[in-house]
Antibody
């Protein structure tokens, strides 16, 4: 079945780095743009980044621009989020999600979500 | 980039209709057709209920409908059922390939 499974979360000190992965299965990964979305404890959803179906275009929320890098390996059906210079306000559950539209289109709506991986930034 | 504005709470009785608003600006909701709504039950992943203002993904009941007027989008849930009790989030394309979410609305079915 269609699924996304994140991994790589954990506890990290401020200023350090962490790399999240998201394994996709059950659909043609290379034909969909992908998003990362996060949710801080007890808070709402916050969009983090998007990558085009072929990885050629990447865009970020202002809150993470210059610190986070989204990437993908279509040969491995895997999405990544490299997080550098982590701050306390980056503490959240990070979920990967699939855009509902197939390439080359975008709908900026996500119809498939992973269960999320928690990231805690604390000294 | 400021979050879209949603009321923190909404409520209705079973069978009634309730409408949740999502207010943006002329830089996001007001100019783009890419408004979405998500339902999130506690401890669960969000579920897409509406996309591109009014479209329903396969499997979403037609009790859920979306609309937009000016800088405000709305989600209407008709024939409220107990399982509709959840948090609801709107989102909108905000230009430059970025997305904004609303703060969320807790819907209570009385």
């Amino acid at each position: 079945q269609v699924q996304l499974v994140e991994s790589g979360g954990g506890v990290v000190q401020p200023g350090r780095s962490l790399r999240l992965s998201c394994a996709a299965a059950g659909f043609t990964f290379r034909t969909y743009a992908m998003h990362w979305v996060r949710q801080a404890p007890g808070k709402g959803l916050e969009w983090v980044a998007i990558i085009s179906y072929d990885g050629s275009d990447k865009y970020y929320a202002d809150s993470v621009k210059g610190r986070f890098t989204i990437s993908r390996d279509n040969s491995k059906n895997t999405l990544y989020l490299q997080m550098n210079s982590l701050k306390g306000e980056d503490t959240a559950v990070y979920s990967c999600a699939r855009d509902i539209a197939t390439s080359p289109y975008l709908s900026y709506a996500v119809d498939v979500w992973g269960q999320g991986t928690p990231v805690t930034v604390s000294s | 980039q400021s979050a879209l504005t949603q009321p923190p709470s909404a409520s209705g009785s079973p069978g009634q209709s309730v409408t949740i608003s999502c207010t943006g600006t002329s830089s996001d909701v007001g100019v783009y057709k890419y408004v979405s709504w998500y339902q999130q039950h506690p401890g669960k992943a969000p579920k897409l209920m509406i996309y591109e203002v009014y479209k329903r993904p396969s499997g979403v009941p037609d009790r859920f409908s979306g609309s937009k007027s000016g800088n405000m989008a709305s989600l209407t849930v008709s024939g409220l059922q107990t399982e509709d009790e959840a948090d609801y989030y709107c989102s909108s394309y905000a230009g430059s390939n970025t997305v904004l979410f609303g703060g969320g609305t807790k819907l209570t079915v009385l």
